[in-house]
């Protein structure tokens, strides 16, 4: 079975603009979840999205949004960056069967703000 | 203070010695309790889940978890130099449709297993 896909793998943006990344889970799980990685601050929650509503949100400003579709994908949106923006943006998916269930994560985008 | 707490280490040991690797944490409402293993450019993987207090062992791997301290420890027995990586902790208060999907993890420990 396919494991949890990001696309883009690598991003390199400027002040001022937006970017959006992908994230598909693995074929079946209903979950997923958005972190944001940095030196500084480690992994950090972003926000779970489970049959295309938000059900969790992290502390982050609204500049961070994201939306799940009918299939299960996910997408973030990070609009007028900063350069504090620059991390490893990890999706992961769970089954949610309803208990704690095993996150698995993807690779990962790494986003550059210039 | 925050959540979860990690030593960042960096931790060097000969190949096959034991490592120990902690955490401590302050919310008691964690239930969940997650030991992850990232490589250098590579997402996180899971290595070790536990439900609550207890120990739970996994081939060279050892996860144990004391509710009552609010420590949570991983061992790694005849340590080698594949092991060489990011280790994170991560608990969850989980619950049904609640805070299942919101891991906390702690900043982790970078851990060197010399030939």
């Known amino acids: 079975k396919a494991g949890v896909t990001q696309t883009p793998r690598y991003l390199i943006k400027t002040r001022g603009q937006q970017v959006t990344l992908s994230c598909s889970p693995i074929?079946?799980?209903?979950?997923v979840s958005w972190y944001q990685q940095t030196p500084g601050q480690g992994l950090q929650f972003l926000f779970e999205y489970f049959s295309e509503t938000q059900r969790n949100k992290g502390n982050f400003p609204g500049r961070f949004s994201g939306r799940q579709f009918s299939n299960s994908r996910s997408e973030m949106n990070v609009s007028t960056l900063e350069l504090g923006d620059s991390a490893l943006y990890l999706c992961?998916?769970?089954?949610?069967?309803?208990?704690?269930?095993?996150?698995?994560f993807g690779p990962g985008t790494r986003l550059t703000v210039l | 203070q925050k959540e979860v707490e990690q030593d960042p280490g960096p931790l060097s040991v000969p190949e096959g010695a034991i490592v120990s690797l902690n955490c401590t944490y302050s919310?008691?409402?964690?239930?969940?309790f997650m030991w992850y293993r990232q490589y250098s450019r590579k997402g996180p993987e899971l290595l070790m889940y536990t439900y609550s207090s207890g120990n739970k062992e996994d081939g060279r791997f050892t996860a144990q978890v004391d509710k009552s301290s609010k420590y949570i420890s991983l061992f790694i027995r005849d340590s080698q130099p594949s092991d060489s990586a990011t280790y994170l902790c991560?608990?969850?208060?989980?619950?049904?449709?609640?805070?299942?999907?919101?891991?906390?993890f702690g900043k982790g420990t970078k851990l060197s297993v010399k030939p």
């Open positions: 074929s079946g799980h209903r979950s």
């Open positions: 991560a608990m969850s208060k989980g619950g049904y449709g609640g805070s299942q999907g919101n891991l906390i």
């Open positions: 919310n008691s409402a964690f239930q969940y």
């Open positions: 992961a998916s769970s089954l949610d069967t309803g208990l704690a269930d095993t996150q698995y």
